[in-house]
């Protein structure tokens, strides 16, 4: 606790800086509010200021100075000045938040230092760290929570530190919400956006976007959007499938909502979604590959943004969501809302397994020829969810204020694996005996040495409330979240890599999420909070390992992990938050105190990754946001944070080595030490009749690491092990793990008519950077090694026209 004492000094002294009295703000107001005070301003050079920003992170519509927690809200006007398409774009300009690009619709988030390690695509189990919203629909889901397009949005809300009071499960690090405009009475507008960009001069990219809101007489309204994007790619390939840009892609989708008001107080917004997003292959950037590496006959050294394929890799998504949000005033001071939603996806993962499926059938002394064939990992995933939430809530304006609700959410989940290599049984047979192929299928397909159906049901119950007592300079707001959990699922697996598992397996959980506030607010301006709040990740059953691929030490050694548990954090914190003649400034100190962590450990030669509990991390550090705007059209902003995240605990394997890196002192994964972003926007009167600005952001990520174990013997030697191609298999490939840091600058220029007319021509990633993300490995990097990298420079010009 000696470092938050540290640090709120210096919070108190940075916000001493602003802290002047001016007239509040009114502390309650609607959703409509929110939408009409955040609305675009009509030039760059008239934004609002930033106390008008509205937001609904508790579950009721205040200022964002006004809530007793750390909160960041980006605006349509913020996405559309920082170019903004996806959450990545949107996280530069947020402290805390750090976002790994995995490809579309496969970003994963953290928030605050709290991650336990890179989430691949087979572990399903495994729960998300930070809850994404649609409005009030969860649409969170590990592994592959939709990448919906930002276009039309009201702003997106990111809430640091654990949300389980208002938000619940999967909201351990913080909670993230995409919040749309909504329909609007009486009124007819629109917006249409056309763009065309190219990603390192030569992958053509572009996007038609459109929205109109039309009145359907006094009473109700409808808004329509609808939006079809395309990525440029930038990774080439070699190989029999050898082609430029391999990794392009395009997303399309829509979303049709519709505002009745058959009374006055009563809402009924009913509203679907769907949206399609694909991609035909991966950014990943190889090192190696056992069919194509420095060793091998000829020899080949990779290039920047290059890799192998022996089949075309492809990512698809289709996502349809309707929701049913209803609202209904009980007299003057209280409200009843139900929010009904119902998400179905498809999920389509296909990849290039050649290189896995070739590195076994070595180990198995198969022939060069079956050795070559190609093998296609196909995952899929289907998902249907149903949720339900009902709560009740004050909207007076009195010193108290509360809000109780209940949750429900039915789950259903299935994924399934296969491993088609057409060819394969013939060498399976000849070379392990007639028959073998039969013999292990389990009823599965023939030539697929990998498969597995695991059907997931979840069900999950919840009750929420919170509550605030308003003294006049100081307030208290407490609350809670009791839950209740349970997850059946089957695990059927078959082939040569697999055990030929059938099996089913339970998990239950309850408990209770507090939290509890204090906030002395002695003027209009200035507001100190302190916080003490709880979070919880739901814990799950790991699958089996591949017991036929894996070596007897990495059996012994991974083999224990069956089951883990929920993961908790507690939170404590202090910030700050004050604003006055065009400054607004924003700090929290915080430490979090983890307790079984969910790690998660690539299993080595067994090709399959484990999650296991860690009994003791933590993460702490300081966050920090500065605006000001201290001429008539400039506009400064920055934001950072500076994070110790480690772990506590020292775990070893039966042999008493480290296991996985998970040694007290080691950094927690995948999140960078210090992390800062500045952005300066300046403009003036164009002519009579419009405007110009120009503006700039430079963003800074530091090192991280993609797992525990990477921190280990680092910088590391892989060895294959694997004669092939005229390679001995004794070669070394020696790499550093540590994710170097990287710094990215964009740059925009625009021009805004009086008309409604905007263009804007921009430069994303102006120097050209190629940042390292993850490291990517197979089978313990016998089989591959690589990274997945960034974006490299990417010029556009933007057009748009409200009317």
Same mark, same amino acid.
């Given at each position: 606790?000696?470092?938050?004492?540290?640090?709120?000094?210096?919070?108190?002294?940075?916000?001493?800086?602003?802290?002047?009295?001016?007239?509040?703000?009114?502390?309650?107001?609607?959703?409509?509010?929110?939408?009409?005070?955040?609305?675009?301003?009509?030039?760059?050079?008239?934004?609002?200021?930033?106390?008008?920003?509205?937001?609904?992170?508790?579950?009721?519509?205040?200022?964002?100075?006004?809530?007793?927690?750390?909160?960041?809200?980006?605006?349509?006007?913020?996405?559309?000045?920082?170019?903004?398409?996806?959450?990545?774009?949107?996280?530069?300009?947020?402290?805390?938040?750090?976002?790994?690009?995995?490809?579309?619709?496969?970003?994963?988030?953290?928030?605050?230092?709290?991650?336990?390690?890179?989430?691949?695509?087979?572990?399903?189990?495994?729960?998300?760290?930070?809850?994404?919203?649609?409005?009030?629909?969860?649409?969170?889901?590990?592994?592959?929570?939709?990448?919906?397009?930002?276009?039309?949005?009201?702003?997106?809300?990111?809430?640091?530190?654990?949300?389980?009071?208002?938000?619940?499960?999967?909201?351990?690090?913080?909670?993230?919400?995409?919040?749309?405009?909504?329909?609007?009475?009486?009124?007819?507008?629109?917006?249409?956006?056309?763009?065309?960009?190219?990603?390192?001069?030569?992958?053509?990219?572009?996007?038609?976007?459109?929205?109109?809101?039309?009145?359907?007489? /006094?009473?109700?309204?409808?808004?329509?959007?609808?939006?079809?994007?395309?990525?440029?790619?930038?990774?080439?390939?070699?190989?029999?499938?050898?082609?430029?840009?391999?990794?392009?892609?395009?997303?399309? %989708?829509?979303?049709?909502?519709?505002?009745?008001?058959?009374?006055?107080?009563?809402?009924?917004?009913?509203?679907?979604?769907?949206?399609?997003?694909?991609?035909?292959?991966?950014?990943?950037?190889?090192?190696?590959?056992?069919?194509?590496?420095?060793?091998?006959?000829?020899?080949?050294?990779?290039?920047? *943004?290059?890799?192998?394929?022996?089949?075309?890799?492809?990512?698809?998504?289709?996502?349809?969501?309707?929701?049913?949000?209803?609202?209904?005033?009980?007299?003057?001071?209280?409200?009843?809302?139900?929010?009904?939603?119902?998400?179905?996806?498809?999920?389509?993962?296909?990849?290039?397994?050649?290189?896995?499926?070739?590195?076994?059938?070595?180990?198995?002394?198969?022939?060069?020829?079956?050795?070559?064939? /190609?093998?296609?990992?196909?995952?899929?995933?289907?998902?249907?969810?149903?949720?339900?939430?009902?709560?009740?809530?004050?909207?007076?304006?009195?010193?108290?204020?509360?809000?109780?609700?209940?949750?429900?959410?039915?789950?259903?989940?299935?994924?399934?694996?296969?491993?088609?290599? /057409?060819?394969?049984?013939?060498?399976?047979?000849?070379?392990?005996?007639?028959?073998?192929?039969?013999?292990?299928?389990?009823?599965?397909?023939?030539?697929?040495?990998?498969?597995?159906?695991?059907?997931?049901?979840?069900?999950?119950?919840?009750?929420?409330?919170?509550?605030?007592?308003?003294?006049?300079?100081?307030?208290?707001?407490? %609350?809670?979240?009791?839950?209740? &959990?349970?997850?059946?699922?089957?695990?059927?697996?078959?082939?040569?890599?697999?055990?030929?598992?059938?099996?089913?397996?339970?998990?239950?959980?309850?408990? &209770?999420?507090?939290?509890?506030?204090?906030?002395?607010?002695?003027?209009?301006?200035?507001?100190?909070?302190?916080?003490?709040?709880?979070? &919880?990740?739901?814990?799950?059953?790991?699958?089996?390992?591949?017991?036929?691929?894996?070596?007897?030490?990495?059996?012994?050694?991974?083999?224990?992990?069956?089951?883990?548990?929920?993961?908790?954090?507690?939170?404590?914190?202090?910030?700050?938050?004050?604003?006055?003649?065009?400054?607004?400034?924003?700090?929290?100190?915080?430490?979090?105190?983890?307790?079984?962590?969910?790690?998660?450990?690539?299993?080595?030669?067994?090709?399959?990754?484990?999650?296991?509990?860690? /009994?003791?991390?933590?993460?702490?550090?300081?966050?920090?946001?500065?605006?000001?705007?201290?001429?008539?059209?400039?506009?400064?902003?920055?934001?950072?944070?500076?994070?110790?995240?480690?772990? *506590?605990?020292?775990?070893?394997?039966?042999?008493?080595?480290?296991?996985?890196?998970?040694?007290?002192?080691?950094?927690?994964?995948?999140?960078?030490?210090?992390?800062?972003?500045?952005?300066?926007?300046?403009?003036?009167?164009?002519?009579?009749?419009?405007?110009?600005?120009?503006?700039?952001?430079?963003?800074?990520?530091?090192?991280?690491?993609?797992?525990?174990?990477?921190?280990?013997?680092?910088?590391?030697?892989?060895?294959?092990?694997?004669?092939?191609?005229?390679?001995?298999?004794?070669?070394?490939?020696?790499?550093?793990?540590?994710?170097?840091?990287?710094?990215?600058?964009?740059?925009?220029?625009?021009?805004?008519?009086?008309?409604?007319?905007?263009?804007?021509?921009?430069?994303?990633?102006?120097?050209?950077?190629?940042?390292?993300?993850?490291?990517?490995?197979?089978?313990?990097?016998?089989?591959?090694?690589?990274?997945?990298?960034?974006?490299?420079?990417?010029?556009?010009?933007?057009?748009?026209?409200?009317?």
């Amino acid at each position: 606790m000696s470092t938050l004492t540290a640090t709120v000094r210096f919070l108190l002294g940075g916000a001493a800086v602003v802290a002047i009295a001016s007239p509040g703000f009114a502390q309650t107001t609607s959703e409509d509010v929110a939408q009409a005070t955040n609305a675009p301003a009509p030039t760059p050079t008239a934004e609002p200021e930033p106390d008008a920003i509205i937001v609904t992170a508790t579950k009721r519509a205040s200022t964002l100075q006004n809530v007793p927690f750390s909160i960041n809200a980006q605006t349509q006007a913020d996405l559309q000045r920082a170019n903004a398409v996806t959450i990545e774009d949107v996280s530069r300009n947020i402290a805390g938040l750090a976002v790994q690009n995995l490809g579309p619709g496969q970003s994963q988030v953290s928030v605050r230092g709290v991650s336990a390690g890179q989430i691949v695509r087979d572990q399903p189990g495994v729960k998300e760290q930070v809850g994404v919203y649609l409005d009030e629909s969860v649409v969170s889901l590990s592994l592959f929570t939709p990448d919906f397009d930002l276009f039309d949005l009201n702003r997106v809300e990111t809430l640091r530190g654990p949300q389980g009071t208002l938000f619940g499960s999967g909201s351990v690090g913080g909670t993230i919400r995409y919040i749309t405009n909504q329909p609007k009475l009486g009124r007819t507008e629109g917006l249409v956006e056309a763009n065309v960009n190219l990603v390192q001069e030569d992958a053509l990219g572009g996007w038609l976007k459109g929205a109109v809101n039309l009145p359907l007489g /006094p009473t109700a309204a409808v808004r329509l959007v609808g939006y079809g994007t395309r990525y440029g790619g930038f990774i080439d390939a070699i190989g029999p499938e050898g082609k430029k840009n391999v990794n392009s892609g395009s997303r399309i %989708g829509g979303r049709a909502s519709i505002l009745w008001e058959p009374a006055p107080g009563i809402k009924l917004t009913p509203r679907i979604v769907y949206q399609d997003i694909k991609a035909n292959g991966f950014n990943r950037e190889e090192v190696f590959n056992v069919y194509s590496n420095a060793f091998t006959t000829p020899a080949h050294t990779f290039a920047t *943004d290059e890799q192998y394929l022996k089949l075309r890799e492809a990512f698809r998504d289709k996502t349809a969501l309707a929701d049913l949000t209803a609202s209904a005033a009980l007299g003057e001071s209280l409200e009843v809302t139900s929010v009904t939603s119902y998400i179905h996806r498809n999920i389509f993962v296909s990849r290039d397994a050649s290189a896995l499926t070739g590195s076994v059938s070595i180990d198995l002394g198969y022939p060069a020829a079956g050795v070559n064939l /190609p093998s296609n990992l196909v995952d899929r995933t289907k998902l249907k969810q149903f949720t339900q939430e009902l709560r009740v809530g004050s909207t007076g304006k009195g010193p108290f204020q509360w809000v109780l609700g209940g949750f429900y959410s039915d789950v259903d989940r299935a994924y399934t694996q296969r491993l088609p290599t /057409p060819g394969y049984d013939a060498f399976t047979d000849a070379t392990l005996g007639a028959g073998t192929s039969a013999a292990v299928a389990n009823g599965f397909p023939a030539d697929s040495p990998y498969n597995s159906d695991i059907p997931y049901k979840i069900k999950q119950k919840a009750v929420f409330g919170e509550a605030s007592y308003d003294f006049g300079q100081f307030k208290l707001t407490g %609350g809670g979240r009791y839950y209740n &959990f349970n997850e059946r699922r089957r695990f059927v697996s078959g082939g040569l890599f697999a055990n030929g598992d059938n099996r089913s397996d339970t998990t239950k959980s309850n408990g &209770f999420s507090p939290r509890a506030i204090a906030t002395w607010k002695p003027n209009a301006n200035f507001a100190l909070n302190i916080q003490a709040s709880k979070g &919880f990740r739901l814990g799950g059953v790991n699958d089996p390992l591949n017991l036929p691929l894996c070596t007897a030490q990495d059996r012994t050694i991974f083999g224990g992990y069956q089951t883990y548990k929920d993961e908790t954090l507690w939170n404590y914190e202090a910030g700050v938050k004050a604003q006055a003649h065009g400054l607004t400034f924003n700090a929290a100190a915080f430490r979090s105190d983890i307790r079984n962590l969910q790690v998660t450990l690539d299993a080595g030669s067994c090709s399959s990754r484990v999650v296991f509990n860690v /009994p003791k991390a933590h993460s702490q550090g300081v966050e920090a946001e500065l605006s000001a705007r201290p001429m008539r059209g400039l506009d400064l902003s920055l934001a950072g944070s500076v994070l110790d995240s480690k772990f *506590d605990t020292t775990v070893r394997d039966g042999t008493g080595a480290v296991l996985g890196g998970i040694r007290d002192g080691n950094r927690l994964p995948t999140v960078p030490r210090f992390q800062i972003a500045a952005t300066a926007t300046y403009g003036q009167r164009f002519g009579r009749n419009a405007d110009w600005y120009v503006s700039a952001s430079y963003q800074h990520v530091g090192t991280r690491f993609t797992q525990p174990s990477d921190q280990e013997n680092n910088p590391r030697t892989f060895i294959s092990g694997l004669p092939f191609n005229g390679a001995t298999g004794t070669g070394a490939t020696v790499l550093d793990l540590k994710l170097p840091a990287y710094d990215l600058v964009d740059v925009s220029a625009g021009l805004k008519f009086g008309g409604g007319t905007e263009v804007v021509l921009y430069a994303k990633n102006l120097f050209d950077e190629t940042p390292l993300l993850s490291f990517d490995r197979e089978r313990g990097g016998r089989a591959r090694l690589g990274f997945n990298v960034g974006q490299p420079r990417n010029i556009g010009i933007t057009v748009r026209q409200a009317f």
